[in-house]
Each structure stands twice: as C-alpha cells, then as structure tokens.
C-alpha cells in the first residue's frame, strides 16, 4: 500500500468525520522490518516510528538518528521494569504504561533524569487474559495513581480483541479518556485505523501496511 496512500487515507477519514487536518499523528511501525525498508520510509520524509522491544530499538536507531534529523520513537510494546531506563533514554513516548511498579520505576527515573517520555496508560479493553493492560474498571484509578507520582500523561492506549468490532473498543477508549481529562487516544492499526479516526485517535500505529508483512513475528 505504501507510505502515501496511507497518509491520504488519515487525511480524508479526518475531512469525513470534520477533524481537523493533522489531528492524527502516523506512527510507522518498523519492528522487525529489514533496515532497507525502514530507510526508505525514512528518506520520503517520514519520521515518527513505532517499536515493540527495547534491545531491537537500542540495535537499530541511534544509527538511524545521526543518519536522519528530527526522528522520534515511540515505544509500542510491553515495557519490562529493567529495561526501563533504556527505553527513557531512547523513546519520545511510551505508548504501554499498564502497572503500579513500572509507573513507580519510570517516576523515579524521572526525577533523577529531570525529563519523561510522554506516557500513554495501556487499557485492556477487552478484558483478555493474555494480553497487557489495565482492566477498564480500574484504568480511573491507577490514571490517578500515575498522576500522583506526576508522570506526564499524555493519554491511552488500547488494541482490541482480533475477533470483536473494534470501534466498540475504540469508543469505550475514547470514554475513559474523557472523563479523565486525557486528550491522547493511540489506537487503531493497519486494519481498523479509519475507524479508530473516526473515534478520535490521535495516534494511528499503521505497519504491515506501510512497510509490507514483517520478516519475524
């Protein structure tokens, strides 16, 4: 599909549902894609990317970085605890902040580093055992546990079950955030993004699309 087309596509879900241009920021999601094609997308102009794991990150980017200006990394995966301090270091924003002792980890590293990524709290819309997240019924409290330890949120993040609407889980998303007062709404993937637009998103994680099927898993 390419890189293009996509943006078009966000641009006119964005005109359809009355947002305005620009309200919802591309996330290219280069896990696991050769360097080749990482590049490529890099040399279009584009420069907002998403990765799942750390050490991947740490191998690929700061090599990229002093090739290309003005990159910025959000980190999309789980988050372990000891890799914290790493992901501070290399990412713009944190997109699966999801329990107390990593909230607890990133607050302390915050003090001592004097800055933090921009935090975005994993909500677990489907209620799925496998997957990260905090419980719906819980995000109220634990968005006021990391507010406490004044980590800068700068909103939620979910990924809906593979067999159910997804706009359902895009709206219940959008509802938490509003009642607490958060703006950011990163949801919607290669599949389901247009609808996640017309819910509000302003992060779209779009990879397989703009990259082609990835090489691992």
Request: a negative charge; hydrophobic letters at 40%.
């Amino acid at each position: 599909m390419g890189l293009q087309e996509i943006k078009d596509r966000i641009r006119a879900e964005e005109e359809r549902t009355g947002r305005p241009a620009g309200a919802t920021e591309l996330i290219a999601v280069s896990k696991v894609q050769p360097l080749e094609r990482v590049v490529a997308v890099l040399e279009e102009g584009h420069r907002v990317f998403g990765e799942n794991r750390v050490q991947e990150a740490v191998g690929k980017w700061p090599g990229l970085r002093d090739r290309f200006d003005g990159v910025q990394l959000h980190m999309i995966g789980p988050l372990q605890t000891n890799k914290a301090r790493q992901a501070m270091e290399l990412f713009d924003a944190i997109h699966s902040l999801d329990r107390p002792k990593l909230a607890s980890t990133l607050a302390r590293l915050s003090q001592e580093r004097g800055r933090c990524p921009d935090l975005f709290v994993q909500v677990n819309t489907g209620e799925e055992s496998q997957k990260a997240g905090v419980l719906p019924d819980q995000a109220d409290g634990f968005i006021a546990e990391c507010r406490a330890l004044d980590l800068p949120l700068r909103g939620l993040m979910c990924i809906p079950p593979a067999q159910e609407e997804p706009a359902l889980h895009f709206a219940l998303l959008a509802k938490i955030a509003a009642r607490n007062g958060l703006d950011g709404l990163s949801m919607g993937m290669s599949g389901d993004f247009e609808r996640a637009i017309a819910q509000g998103a302003t992060h779209v994680r779009v990879g397989s699309a703009i990259f082609g099927d990835r090489d691992a898993g």
